[in-house]
Every structure is written in structure tokens, then in C-alpha cells.
């Protein structure tokens, strides 16, 4: 469930601008992410540590900071399932794959053993 939070307020950061660099205030990042100002500064320096994102504060009451974006959700959601799939974490992986059904079998079909062949007479 943690990382489907996650992957959901990075969405809420990226929408509005389609992942293309932003200048905003922490008040209307927080607002995006349904969240207090200091919980955003922390999904920020998390995201920023993962390598998802590269936020610059800028000093002082309503200063708006610069926000560029480095992964799409779309690829930070497949790397979570990957990971998710080498370490056994099923029950993530459904989670994650609730957002991108269509994904699932792309995804799943080198981890699965076997493979389906067609009879040759």
C-alpha cells in the first residue's frame, strides 16, 4: 500500500504540467497532494533521494521553487512491480497493477516459467 501512496501523490506532482519543469509554492504542491506543507517537504526530499525528481526551494514565505520532473509515473510504476517481483512481494504488484491492467501481462511474462506453444503434426 505504501507504494501505491507514493506513486500516487508523484501523479498528483506531475499532472499538472505533464512532467515538464514547474515554478510553485510548497502551499500549492501540499494542495495537489491533499497534504499539510511540511508533509509535501517530505515526500519532495524522498522523491528527490530516489532519484524522481529534482526539487530547488527558494528561501522565504510564498517563494515559488523550481520542480523538474526525472522518471514518469508510468516508469516509476514498472520499476515498482519489477521490484516488487523479485522480492515476493505479490501483494504489491496487484496493487500497482490495479492502475495499468492492461500492463500486467507485458509485465509479468518474464517472470512467469513457462511459456505457451502451439502444437507442430
Known amino acids: ?4 501512496n507514493r506513486l500516487n501523490q508523484y501523479q498528483r506532482l506531475w499532472q499538472p504540467s505533464a512532467g515538464k519543469p514547474q515554478t510553485v509554492t510548497v502551499s500549492e504542491l501540499a494542495e495537489r497532494c491533499f497534504c499539510s506543507e511540511r508533509h509535501v517537504r517530505t515526500l519532495l526530499r524522498q522523491a528527490q533521494e530516489a532519484g524522481w525528481l529534482e526539487w530547488q526551494a527558494q528561501s522565504g514565505r510564498g517563494k515559488r521553487g523550481q520542480l523538474r520532473f526525472l522518471v514518469t509515473p508510468e516508469s ?6 519489477e521490484q516488487a517481483l523479485e522480492t515476493g512481494k505479490q501483494q504489491d504488484v496487484l496493487e500497482l497493477a490495479q492502475l495499468a491492467p492492461g500492463e500486467l501481462r507485458t509485465l509479468l511474462q518474464p517472470f512467469m516459467g513457462g511459456q505457451v506453444m502451439t502444437p507442430t503434426y
Open 76 to 81: 516509476l510504476r514498472n520499476a515498482m512491480m
Open 1 to 4: 500500500m505504501r507504494l501505491l
